[in-house]
């Protein structure tokens, strides 16, 4: 049915075509008009009042198949982008397919081991070693060998010093340097004092606290507190970690990346202040004296493929306030925090690449 009709509308375009055609050939060849004898008028005859309707009839007829066509290839179109749309919806049906089962494949995994270095300003470092150096237990008893103490600092400066957690809480130090004597090193663990000094230095480091946490806000990685087999080198200004077998799945390798630094520091203070009678509060923010200024991730596991910089932008977070009556002075408390930042690492060996 569709081809007789679409058959016809052609049929009809070329006989309005040669329609035309034929009264134009005709109106050369004949004169349209009748002269009057008598008073010179003239007036269409019969042949000229049929060309104007066989004119008519062909412009009328092309009108009407060019508008029929129009329709045609407006229908057409619509089709079209119908068609184009279920395809859009099916593509985008399928990505969210392939995106979840991607999740879900990437949820079986954890990452075998982690790397982490941390870029620390002069000054910090040296408040660390200067707190390695000048350690004073309590109770007093408990004096470590200053010298030794002297040559763990000096190792992490320019020497070799190395941390190892087991992953229970517990962990040793090894370090060695190469003096004009000779080389000297030792093996510091938690029962001896020196192991104090080192995990107060350490400890103050990062004000007590320093996390890489998802973008879920779930901890994946504790550096003050390791859960995890982890082993810290010291150089100069940096510091390194190796994590093995971090809670860090590789569904949240996706996000974003934050890190917490700090615990219950010193942000801010205000203080009354009165100006003409009227009260005001004057607040003065705290600088951060400890913490990292700079980190770089990178994979050790072969399945994921991340080598990323990362600039550590630290801004104020409030958690609690503390006043005091007799000054009116209030003390705000908190953490650091930085990011989020996305992470920029792919994966191989999975399955779906």
């Known amino acids: 049915?569709?081809?007789?009709?679409?058959?016809?509308?052609?049929?009809?375009?070329?006989?309005?075509?040669?329609?035309i055609a034929v009264v134009g050939v005709w109106g050369l060849v004949s004169d349209p008009f009748d002269t009057d004898a008598a008073s010179g008028r003239r007036r269409l005859n019969r042949a000229g009042w049929l060309?104007?309707?066989?004119?008519?009839?062909?412009?009328?007829l092309f009108a009407l198949t060019d508008a029929n066509e129009r329709r045609a290839a407006e229908a057409q179109r619509q089709r079209q982008e119908q068609q184009i749309a279920m395809q859009r919806q099916t593509v985008a049906a399928q990505d969210t397919q392939l995106a979840y089962l991607r999740k879900l494949i990437l949820l079986q995994?954890?990452?075998?081991?982690?790397?982490?270095?941390?870029?620390?300003?002069k000054n910090v470092m040296r408040e660390m070693w200067s707190a390695i150096e000048g350690y004073q237990p309590k109770p007093?008893?408990?004096?470590?060998?200053?010298?030794?103490?002297?040559?763990?600092?000096?190792?992490?400066?320019?020497?070799?010093?190395?941390?190892?957690?087991?992953?229970?809480?517990?962990?040793?130090?090894?370090?060695?340097?190469?003096?004009?004597?000779?080389?000297?090193?030792g093996r510091i663990t938690?029962?001896?004092?020196?192991?104090?000094?080192?995990?107060?230095?350490?400890?103050?480091?990062?004000?007590?606290?320093f996390e890489m946490m998802s973008e879920s806000g779930r901890t994946l990685v504790?550096?003050?507190?390791?859960?995890?087999?982890?082993?810290?080198?010291?150089?100069?200004?940096?510091?390194?970690?190796?994590?093995?077998?971090?809670e860090v799945r590789l569904d949240e390798l996706s996000g974003t990346l934050s890190f917490v630094c700090g615990k219950d520091d010193l942000l801010f203070v205000m203080e009354e202040a009165f100006d003409g009678g009227e009260e005001a509060q004057a607040?003065?923010?705290?600088?951060?004296?400890?913490?990292?200024?700079?980190?770089?991730?990178?994979?050790?596991?072969?399945?994921?493929?991340?080598?990323?910089k990362i600039q550590l932008d630290w801004r104020p977070?409030?958690?609690?306030?503390?006043?005091?009556?007799?000054?009116?002075?209030?003390?705000?408390?908190?953490?650091?925090?930085?990011?989020?930042?996305?992470?920029?690492?792919?994966?191989s060996r999975l399955g779906f690449e």
Not at 51 to 60: P, R, T, Y
Not at 193 to 209: S, T
């Open 1 to 19: 049915m569709n081809v007789n009709l679409e058959l016809g509308i052609v049929l009809l375009k070329w006989t309005s075509q040669v329609l």
């Open 109 to 121: 995994y954890r990452m075998s081991e982690l790397g982490l270095v941390l870029e620390f300003p």
């Open 51 to 60: 060309k104007i309707v066989l004119m008519a009839i062909g412009f009328l």
């Open 140 to 185: 007093p008893q408990l004096q470590a060998d200053r010298t030794q103490l002297a040559y763990i600092a000096a190792a992490m400066r320019a020497g070799t010093a190395v941390v190892r957690f087991d992953g229970t809480g517990r962990g040793e130090l090894q370090y060695s340097l190469n003096r004009p004597q000779g080389l000297t090193g």
């Open 283 to 308: 607040r003065m923010a705290e600088k951060m004296h400890f913490g990292p200024v700079k980190a770089r991730l990178t994979s050790k596991d072969p399945r994921v493929q991340w080598d990323q």
């Open 222 to 246: 504790d550096l003050v507190n390791p859960a995890s087999r982890t082993s810290v080198t010291f150089g100069g200004n940096a510091v390194s970690f190796s994590v093995r077998e971090p």
């Open 190 to 209: 938690e029962s001896e004092p020196a192991w104090a000094a080192f995990d107060g230095a350490f400890r103050a480091l990062f004000g007590g606290r």
């Open 317 to 347: 977070v409030i958690s609690r306030r503390i006043g005091e009556t007799d000054t009116g002075r209030i003390f705000e408390l908190g953490e650091w925090h930085s990011g989020p930042s996305p992470v920029q690492a792919t994966f």
